[in-house]
């Protein structure tokens, strides 16, 4: 089973950049898909980007299409999440996760193994 610590997160000023990692722990990460979440207090996990196996197909949430990117890197077993333009309503604890079943790259419950989350807070 994949084990995965995320890292990256902060307090920054709106308008800011951050990279988020998420590194991974055992064999099998290379053949997951993998997805970037976050949970602002009081809100339910919600999706922010996905890459898949290949690399070759990435996924966003609307709100930060052009200014988020998400990576991989196979030989690291880590996958990134390079942040820009970072707005106060960013501001949430970032989890990633690895997608397990199929369907919807946007489903929280599709996914598992999910880190211990990394705060970003985005002050305006």
């Known amino acids: 089973q994949v084990q995965l610590v995320e890292s990256g997160g902060g307090l920054v000023q709106a308008g800011d950049s951050l990279r988020l990692s998420c590194a991974a722990s055992?064999?099998?990460?290379?053949?997951?898909?993998m997805g970037w979440f976050r949970q602002a207090p009081g809100k339910e996990r919600a999706f922010v980007a996905a890459?898949?196996?290949?690399?070759?197909?990435?996924y966003y949430e609307d709100s930060v299409k052009g200014r988020f990117t998400i990576s991989r890197d196979n030989a690291k077993n880590t996958v990134y999440l390079q942040m820009n333009s970072l707005k106060p309503e960013d501001t949430a604890v970032y989890y990633c996760?690895?997608?397990?079943?199929?369907?919807?790259?946007?489903?929280?419950?599709?996914?598992?193994?999910w880190g211990q989350g990394t705060q970003v807070t985005v002050s305006s």
């Open positions: 890459i898949a196996v290949s690399a070759g197909t990435t």
């Open positions: 996760g690895t997608k397990i079943r199929d369907g919807d790259f946007s489903i929280p419950y599709l996914y598992a193994s």
């Open positions: 055992g064999r099998t990460f290379s053949s997951n898909h």
